[in-house]
Every structure is written in C-alpha cells, then in structure tokens.
C-alpha cells in the first residue's frame, strides 16, 4: 500500500465511524495533573543549596550541572528550567532527600 492509499484509507475510515458507520475501539487513560513547574530567584536558589550545607561546586555536581550554571542561577544572569526545576522543588519539599536515595553520604 502507498503512503496516499494509506491516507485515503485512514480518511475513509475516519468519515465512516464521524457518519455512525464505524465503531472504533475506545481506550481509557487515566488522567494526571501535573503541578507546573516553579521558577527559581536567586534568594531562592542559594537558599536551597544553603539548606543542603552544599558549594556550589557541590551543589552543581549534585543537579548534574556546571559549577558556572549553579553561580549565573545565583546572581541571576540564567534561571534554572526543566529538570532543574523539579528537583529544586523536591529540595525544598524534603532537604533530607539526596540522603535518602543515596546520592550523597554524610562523613
């Protein structure tokens, strides 16, 4: 089959099942709401690493980032987004998490 029948079958199908003529088969989802992701200032940032007795060297290696990255977030020349976002969020949510999951170990 071609890329045209195969357009031409799928609108074809389409029209029947919009005209009663076609039944498809129907999947439920379960619906999530996902909490949208905070923005960061600078106060707040270093506030959080603070939090964790972290440098920012530290702090950087932690999220996965450059040291530079964790410096501009805390004088506000970038702002952290994505990934970053989260997992700030989850810092500030539960301080003891690195611990928990094993990511940092207390000497």
């Excluded at 799928?10 to 498809?24: N, S």
């Excluded at 088969?25 to 600078?42: A, C, D, F, G, N």
């Excluded at 987004?81 to 999951?101: F, H, S, T, V, W």
Aim: hydrophobic share 35%; aromatic share 8%.
């Amino acid at each position: 089959m071609s890329v045209y029948e195969g357009i031409m079958k799928g609108l074809g199908e389409a029209l029947e099942h919009a005209e009663g003529k076609r039944a498809f088969r129907t999947v439920r989802v379960s619906s999530k709401e996902i909490e949208p992701l905070s923005t960061y200032t600078p106060e707040m940032i270093k506030q959080i690493r603070s939090r964790q007795e972290m440098t920012q060297v530290t702090f950087a290696e932690f999220l996965g980032v450059s040291p530079k990255t964790v410096e501009a977030w805390e004088v506000g020349r970038n702002r952290p987004n994505g990934p970053a976002c989260r997992i700030l969020a989850m810092l500030q949510q539960d301080p003891k998490l690195p611990e928990k999951y094993g990511f940092i170990k207390t000497t």
